[in-house]
């Protein structure tokens, strides 16, 4: 899928970005010339004679003591007080005294390590950044990871972690990035996560449920994926808090239901938009027709309905708008020859009269006869949406096919 692509180059871009704040912050304490480095190379690079080394010792220690399985070998040369030597483990100059040098990353991405996060990991006080992307580690986070306030950088994903949202990330007050897909966390999220200063949020491919919050605070991301959970509800209106920022949200395949309220239009810096494979009802907001920088649009496998705008067909960064799979009767304008402009497009299985490969009459007048009032839909939980005035379900389950 384009975004994910995309979201890979702009996890690339971070890790580039944490790296250089690092660098600029030690540079800003005056030790930024190379050769001074050089004049002054005896840094206590041990954990014999830095008590920093040395608790960072104590925590790997205790790390290594409880994996269980290291098919790599990562670990193996996680033995005596050379930490800086150990696999994985990035040392630095501590920015306020380039005399020392402490443990300010730790780096196992797909080893394919199995075990846990033990209590003294609350000891790598000076910690950066955590990747450990594609391992076996599962349990829950301990609430020792608090003490990492100097935490930028957080990938979990691809691991067995599980419980309710790990609520110790919302204390670290530095976190850019949180990357927790592809793991089993369930339950609600915090409201307050969005009032943090992230710059990226992956959630997908977890158990999440209740819904979105409907109190997005001021958000400052970029990039936020709720992809492949069961959240149920609808959007949030207040989803244009995140109007100064964000780039790309997918709301992939998370049981979202009601309208899509026409908020989203007010997200204006808005490259990709994927509210696919959903129960999302009625019109697509003009407001939609705002997005001047949209790129991909896909509204795949809903039950919108109505007609597909002029409006968002003349985006002039539309590349591909994917719209097949829903109930639309009516293409306005050039909607009809997206060829022409060059768009990719898929707009199958809706109720378009002159388009192939179109859903059959019966099942468009099933949904057609019963227009959705978007301003009277129930949402479903506390979810944000529209009115909430108790209303029934005005559509079942499309038929198949
Ligand atoms: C650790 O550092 C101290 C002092 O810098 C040194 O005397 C000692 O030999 C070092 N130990 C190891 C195992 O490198
Ligand atoms: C890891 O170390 C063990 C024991 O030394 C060895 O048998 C195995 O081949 C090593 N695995 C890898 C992937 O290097
Ligand atoms: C750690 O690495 C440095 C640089 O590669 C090397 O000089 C040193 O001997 C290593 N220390 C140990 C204890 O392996
Ligand atoms: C580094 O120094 C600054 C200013 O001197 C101080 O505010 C900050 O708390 C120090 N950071 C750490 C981790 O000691
Ligand atoms: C937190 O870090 C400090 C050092 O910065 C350490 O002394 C303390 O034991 C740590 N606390 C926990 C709970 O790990
Ligand atoms: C999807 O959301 C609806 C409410 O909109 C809820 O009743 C249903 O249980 C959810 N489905 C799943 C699989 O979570
Ligand atoms: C267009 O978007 C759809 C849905 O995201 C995707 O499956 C398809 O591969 C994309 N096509 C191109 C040419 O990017
Ligand atoms: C769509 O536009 C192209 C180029 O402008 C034209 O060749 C083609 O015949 C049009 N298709 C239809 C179905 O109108």
Redesign the pocket.
Known sequence: ??SYASIITHAAVLILLILSSFLNSFAKHGYSSSRHHRHHSHYSINATSNPRLQQAYVALQAWKSVIYSDPNNFTSNWIGPSVCNYTGVYCAPFPNNTKIRVVAGIDLNQADIAGYLPEELGLLSDLALIHLNSNRFCGILPQSLANLTLLFELDLSNNRFVGPFPSVVLSLRTLHYLDIRFNDFEGPLPPNLFAKNLDAVFLNNNRFTSVIPSNFGLSSASVVVFANNQFGGCLPPSVANFASTLEELLLININLSGCLPPEVGYLYKLRVL?V?FNKVVGPIPYSLAGLAHLE?L?L?HNMFTGIVPAGVCVLPNLA?F?YSYNYFCEEEGICMNLTSKGI?F?DRRNCLPDKPLQRSKKQCSAVNEHPVDCFDFHCGGSGGGFATAAAPMPLSPPPSG
Do not use: H
Request: proline share 0%; aromatic share 0%.
């Open positions: 899928m384009a994927d696919s991909q896909n795949a591909n994917t990719t898929d």
